[in-house]
């Protein structure tokens, strides 16, 4: 825009000059060529503005659109441990069996935003292995994953809810895994939608047409008013200039940054952090299924007493 702004004030001077020296007819020759290209600005001011309007909104509301699928699909996994931590811990084993729910549903989440995040994009499965995540002999069935190792997770996730839930459990918790499956589809259908490549391109020619022509074309100066011309300091429509490409530039700029909206790269204050959703629900997790279970429950009907006690709890009645 700076640049855009010194083209302005060097037009303005040239034109100045020729105010001050050219003879009448030659002059006014040239301010209406002026005019005429000062004309073609507000067509595409037009153009822009509709464009701008229809395809910024769109992609502002599909970048939260983003964000708020990211926090549903944190509650999804939220609502699986909480089904899944309602299992014994009285012995070894029972831990062990919630230890490896918590593995595989921080794995799926990984695996659920790693394409799309350019700081977990290319991680193999060693860091998964060093911190605890993954097995060894696990790592070796992803890879033969034909589509993602995301969708051998979801199995993982449904092979340990037949094994480890019953009756209304074990129906709430695959419940609660279609919930979450169907969430982290939606996650990667809306990062994968983009406008037509057509469109973009129109857009950007668009912009950058009127950017080139707002130098020539401003809107404060009439050229066929010759004193005018000469004696004015016409600073405002050097700004003017300045405000407004920037403006446009700007805009462009920042649409092109949000349609990778992991990228904390181009624009780090716009991106999405996948990781701190990812820690935020690792928390989470935690509690639904290491938290302890008071001391005593009162009951007075008896179905819940029984669920109670199976659960180890001591029953006051």
Not at 14 to 31: E, F, G, P, T, V
Not at 104 to 112: Q, V
Request: aromatic share 10%.
């Amino acid at each position: 825009s700076i640049g855009l702004m010194l083209l302005t004030a060097l037009y303005i001077s040239c034109m100045r000059n020729a105010a001050r020296y050219l003879d009448k007819s030659d002059y006014m020759w040239l301010a209406s060529a002026t005019k005429e290209v000062s004309s073609i600005a507000t067509p595409l001011q037009t153009a822009v503005g509709m464009l701008l309007s229809f395809y910024a909104l769109n992609r502002l509301g599909w970048y939260w659109n983003v964000l708020l699928d990211g926090h549903a699909l944190q509650g999804r996994f939220h609502d699986l441990a909480m089904i899944g931590g309602a299992i014994r811990k009285d012995t070894d084993d029972d831990w062990k069996a919630r230890y490896t729910l918590y593995r595989h549903e921080m794995l799926d989440f990984f695996f659920t935003y790693q394409p799309y995040t350019p700081s977990l994009r290319f991680l193999d499965f060693t860091p998964l292995i060093n911190c605890g995540l993954m097995e060894a002999g696990e790592g070796e069935i992803l890879l033969r994953a034909h589509r993602s190792p995301g969708t051998v997770t979801e199995s993982w996730l449904a092979n340990w809810i037949a094994l480890n839930l019953k009756a209304e459990g074990r129906q709430q918790g695959l419940h609660a895994l279609r919930e979450l499956r169907a969430s982290a589809t939606k996650v990667q259908t809306l990062v994968d939608q983009r406008a037509p490549v057509s469109f973009e391109s129109l857009l950007y020619v668009v912009i950058y047409a009127l950017v080139v022509i707002l130098p020539f074309a401003p809107t404060t100066i009439d050229y066929n008013k010759r004193p005018t011309v000469m004696e004015g300091f016409h600073v405002a429509a050097v700004l003017g200039v300045g405000i407004l490409s920037a403006f446009y530039l700007a805009l462009l700029h920042m649409l092109r940054h949000i349609q990778a909206p992991f990228d904390n790269i181009g624009s780090p204050n716009d991106a999405l952090c996948p990781l701190a959703l990812m820690n935020s629900t690792e928390r989470k997790l935690r509690d639904y299924l290491s938290a302890s279970l008071p001391a005593v429950v009162w009951l007075d009907e008896e179905p819940g007493a029984a669920a109670a006690e199976d659960l180890g709890v001591k029953v006051g009645r």
